[in-house]
């Protein structure tokens, strides 16, 4: 998703004074603002997603204006089609898990009725396992019960994006990397984009595809474009070597094509400045990163798994060799034939979908989950 924003806004209070002067652009699925507390990572996110007014500047989101000072644009949050995610979950106490998720497709401020239902409010209770708890109130639930409960609520209008802020700050260190893995896995079967705050590198290691660093109401640094400098260096669980095999030029990004083990090709979408500085030309020996939990895995329904028509550019066809469960999710390893992909799933999806030893699956991933590196 292209994420073009620069925005500048004046906040005070009394003596104290705070410039937010923000700008950067992206196409990526899962961006990562990081820095420190009070930086202004929550100003920016409230600004896209119609939280906050800026001073001026503009905010676009997927080629969409939804803010532009100098032109009196200034779409409504509601409009936004952006569902998002407290800190805190801001969940209303007086109502129970169902009405909760209801709010987010109730239009106004009308509180939803105790039997709210529909199909979007039973389908989030269902993907995130709250059917049961369906008549409880905020304050029966256990931190992480909370998290979800608003996450459904972010994603029962069926945005185009999700925006997250700190989603794990409040919650102790065994639940964050539960919780972690339970998002990375649900953004990665949904395809939904993701702009994620945070002052915790773990978060970073989970979910960036790209970075933008943030320091005293501004971008310090441009964010790290290149393997070396990449946090996916030491946590990626493919990793595929082989030769470029084809580079196609774009407006602003590069197609790159990697001829890897077993005759397998690799596409990637790398922007022209990685391009040009990897020195990625066609020969030119290159290695690709892809995190397990950026990989979906298309079970076999009786056809043939690499006839599927799927929109990600890279799909490997196999069988499964390995399925390793942990307390949640299931580490799956397929065998494509001179390569092995390994994915997460959740342990209900590998049961739903067959996977074990010797069934035939297809390993799924976009071309822009693709880090691409050379040896240095």
């Known amino acids: 998703m292209k994420w073009d ?4 806004k004046t906040m005070a ?17 899962r961006l990562v603002l990081f820095g420190p507390s009070g930086a202004g990572k929550t100003l920016t996110l409230k600004a896209i997603a119609g939280l906050l007014r800026p001073d001026s500047g503009h905010i676009r989101m997927a080629g969409e204006t939804v ?28 109502l129970t898990v169902r009405q909760n998720v209801a709010f987010g497709l109730a239009p106004g401020w009308r509180n939803p009725r105790r039997d709210a239902g529909g199909a979007a409010v039973e389908r989030w209770l269902d993907a995130l396992e709250l059917r049961a708890l369906g008549d409880r109130f905020p304050d029966q639930l256990s931190g992480g ?10 994603l029962a209008g069926e945005p185009r994006a999700l925006l997250l802020d700190e989603p794990f700050a409040a919650l102790d260190e065994p639940l964050r990397n539960r919780l972690r893995a339970e998002l990375a896995e649900l953004q990665a079967r949904l395809s939904l984009p993701i702009l994620l705050i945070t002052h915790d590198p773990a978060d970073v290691e989970a979910f960036a595809d790209d970075l933008v660093h943030i320091e005293h109401g501004s971008v310090v640094a441009p964010a790290p474009q290149f393997l070396e400098e990449h946090p996916m260096r ?4 493919n990793q595929f070597f082989g030769t470029v095999s084809a580079v196609r030029a774009g407006a602003g990004n590069d197609e790159i094509d990697l ?4 005759g397998h090709r690799i596409v990637a979408v790398v922007t022209r400045e990685s391009s040009e500085r990897l020195g990625l030309a066609v020969g030119a020996p290159a290695f690709a990163l892809v995190k397990a939990s950026s990989v979906v895995v298309v079970g ?6 690499g006839n599927t028509l799927l929109s990600a550019r890279n799909q490997l066809a196999g069988t499964v060799a390995s399925v390793q469960p942990g307390a949640v999710n299931a580490e799956v390893e397929i065998d494509a034939g001179g390569l092995r992909v390994v994915a997460i799933v959740t342990q209900a999806s590998a049961r739903a979908l067959g996977l074990e030893p010797g069934a035939r699956a297809l390993a799924v991933f976009k071309a822009s989950s693709v880090i691409v590196g050379v040896q240095r």
């Open 13 to 29: 209070a009394g003596a104290h004074r705070f410039e937010l002067d923000v700008s950067f652009q992206r196409d990526v699925e």
């Open 5 to 8: 924003v620069a925005v500048r």
């Open 67 to 94: 803010f532009d000072a100098a032109a009196g644009v200034d779409t409504p949050a509601r409009q936004r089609s952006s569902g998002f995610l407290f800190q805190e979950y801001a969940l209303f106490p007086h």
């Open 259 to 262: 001829t890897v083990g077993g």
């Open 234 to 237: 030491s946590s990626a669980r």
């Open 300 to 305: 076999d329904s009786g056809g043939d798994a």
């Open 145 to 154: 019960q909370r998290q979800r409960v608003a996450l459904a609520r972010a």
